[in-house]
């Protein structure tokens, strides 16, 4: 190939014909080696399972899904608890039953590796917990495909099968068990939830026993007390001044009246004889220190003495015999007026006692309710902080009480086959063909490669070449300006020995002309 000039597509078509039969040799040698090498691998049959998940069948907003993982996620935690030493050796023991401990963990390792879920028809990122439903369209139903690929078709089939059914019991193992859990939790916290709101509810009602009467609607009603109080301690003041004043007032009128009637019943009154006595004794002596027995003031003392121990001794004999009725008679005797005074006086006593009883326990009542009124900030910041705990630890149950009612219909919802599931449309099936070598993907993979070879052998051979072929390969190798072109018209064996005609080209150089042969 003549360098330092552009090639035209010409050229390029030119360049095929000349090496057409060096691109397609290998062309159609290729794929015959291909299809041929695709006989010589040992083949792999691969069985597939097709599994629907089906959405719930109730309203989410009635009845909350049991998962809210997206599937994307659960596939693959369910993908690695299938394919986990435990689920897989009870598979390996089953269908090679026999085999030593090495080669069942070479097996598990081979089916680990050639066990796939792929989706069918939508990405798994498109599918949520539950089925999800477009706005203004049907609801997506999703699928995905288990597939297995083994040397032997019933192999593959029979793995492919426990593959599957592992999965399933994974997948409804999984639903029962996040519902379970779920409802213990709840079920645990409102055990919790139940304890801590009867211990409030017990401090509460104990604060409002310590506290009657304190608590913060009680206020109002306390200063409304309070005032009423006081205005009856103020009247019950008043009350017992004035009773107070009346029975001194009394007191001295019947002191009045007791001293006229004692006067006037002197002369029968032992007292008043005794006493008279006493002082006509007394007066006898100081006259007979004075006179002689026979003065006659002397004689009229001892006259007026022997007559009032004479009475005295009448009314000493008089008592003696009845004492009773002479009491009663000096009860009896006393006037109207006196006894209505002492009735006065009585009265007076009960009055004064009675509102100083009253007075006594107003007043303490009155300090009961002002301590009352001076303590509710204090109390009431208590209540508020009670109340409060109260009413959240209230909130808190009344929720969990909600939500286990919601995992209780939910776990019906399961129970009943109601909620998300999954199922076989599509059993594995036992493959008649091998998926693995793809004959005509080989001879198509050797065609290609033949192509590639065979066009960079041609490429190979033309950048080799440096024959001059066209006006423009002579350009290029003499760099001048060519001004005439004769064909070489003669015979083959006078070309230049690679089947290509000569050409006489004349070159200008300065003035003079040149016939150059090539």
């Known amino acids: 190939m003549i360098e330092n000039r552009e090639l035209t597509l010409d050229d390029y078509l030119a360049m095929l014909r000349r090496r057409a039969l060096l691109i397609l040799v290998p062309s159609l040698v290729a794929p015959l080696l291909g299809f041929a090498i695709s006989f010589a691998l040992a083949p792999k049959y691969t069985s597939t399972a097709t599994i629907l998940v089906e959405g719930q069948k109730v309203p989410e907003n009635m009845v909350q899904p049991v998962v809210s993982q997206d599937l994307t996620a659960r596939i693959a935690t369910l993908k690695q608890q299938v394919l986990s030493q435990r689920k897989l050796q009870p598979i390996v023991e089953k269908l090679y039953p026999g085999r030593s401990g090495a080669e069942q963990g070479n097996m598990i390792d081979d089916i680990r590796d050639h066990m796939e879920i792929v989706p069918v028809g939508n990405d798994f990122s ?120 009346d029975k001194a007032y009394t007191e001295s009128m019947l002191a009045q009246q007791l001293a006229a009637w004692k006067s006037s019943q002197s002369s029968t009154n032992p007292d008043t004889l005794q006493k008279q006595l006493s002082d006509l004794q007394t007066e006898l002596i100081g006259l007979k220190a004075r006179y002689t027995d026979d003065h006659p003031d002397v004689i009229k003392t001892k006259s007026d003495i ?48 009675n509102a100083t009883r009253d007075q006594k326990r107003l007043q303490t009542e009155i300090e009961q309710y002002q301590g009352r009124v001076s303590l509710s900030p204090a109390i009431e910041e208590q209540y508020k902080q009670l109340t409060r705990d109260y009413d959240s630890a209230q909130k808190a149950y009344q929720d969990l009480l909600a939500k286990r009612s919601t995992v209780d219909l939910t776990i019906q919802m399961n129970n009943q086959s109601q909620g998300e599931r999954m199922f076989p449309i599509n059993s594995a099936n036992l493959p008649d063909s091998p998926s693995f070598p793809n004959r005509l993907l080989f001879a198509a993979g050797g065609l290609a490669v033949g192509l590639a070879l065979g066009l960079a052998l041609a490429m190979w051979f033309e950048f080799r070449d440096k024959s001059i072929r066209t006006e423009a390969d002579a350009e290029a190798a003499l760099q001048l300006p060519m001004l005439v072109a004769v064909p ?31």
């Open 126 to 245: 498109q599918i949520g917990p539950a089925v999800k439903k477009r706005p203004g369209g049907a609801s997506s139903v999703p699928a995905f495909n288990i597939t297995y690929t083994g040397s032997n078709p019933r192999e593959a089939q029979q793995i492919c099968n426990e593959l599957t059914s592992s999965l399933l019991f994974e997948n409804q193992k999984q639903l029962s068990d996040t519902a379970t859990a779920t409802s213990d939790v709840l079920n645990r916290g409102l055990e919790d939830a139940k304890r801590t709101l009867d211990e409030l509810d017990s401090k509460l009602a104990a604060f409002k026993k310590q506290y009657v009467g304190q608590l913060p609607g009680d206020e109002e009603n306390n200063l409304k007390i309070l005032m009423g109080l006081n205005s009856q301690l103020e009247s019950n003041t008043q009350t017992l001044s004035r009773a107070q004043q």
């Open 306 to 353: 022997a007559e009032v121990k004479k009475k005295l001794a009448e009314v000493n004999k008089a008592a003696a015999d009845a004492p009773d009725t002479v009491t009663d008679k000096a009860s009896a005797s006393e006037s109207p007026e006196i006894k209505q005074l002492r009735l006065q006086l009585h009265q007076y006593s009960d009055l004064i006692t």
């Open 488 to 518: 070489w018209v003669g015979d083959a064996q006078n070309g230049n020995g690679n089947g290509h005609r000569l050409w006489k080209f004349r070159k200008k150089s300065g003035s003079a002309k040149e016939v150059v042969e090539i």
